[in-house]
Nanobody, 115 residues
């Protein structure tokens, strides 16, 4: 099982980034996919989640209206479009997959929002 995140980096406040998470080794299309983040000294928190068919999404209040989660089941990939980024969005972003009792995590990608 692999979840490989990409797309992180350094961006100025107000900028945008698109994170991708490529999945392999499990049935992606039957899995609920999520993005979490963890800032230094803070607990890991849920940012956004999407159901297996892509029709149901959930967002943290802090990112509603700025971030959009989506998935492409043909490519086994989940995305996080992040707009209007703020310094407080700085964190390591992790991809997460849940299918039944199985939970998988990616290695994380760093997002830094700074001028």
């Amino acid at each position: 099982v692999q979840l490989v995140e990409s797309g992180g980096g350094l961006v100025q406040p107000g900028g945008s980034l698109r994170l991708s998470c490529a999945a392999s080794g499990f049935t992606f299309s039957s899995s609920r996919m999520s993005w979490y983040r963890q800032a230094p000294g803070k607990e890991r928190e849920l940012v956004a989640a999407i159901g297996s068919a892509g029709g149901r999404t959930t967002y943290a209040d802090s990112v509603k209206g700025r971030f959009t989660i989506s998935r492409d089941n043909a490519k086994n990939t989940v995305y996080l479009q992040m707009n209007s980024l703020k310094p407080e969005d700085t964190a390591v972003y992790y991809c997460n997959a849940i299918r039944g009792l199985a939970i998988y995590w990616g290695q994380g990608t760093q997002v830094t929002v700074s001028s």
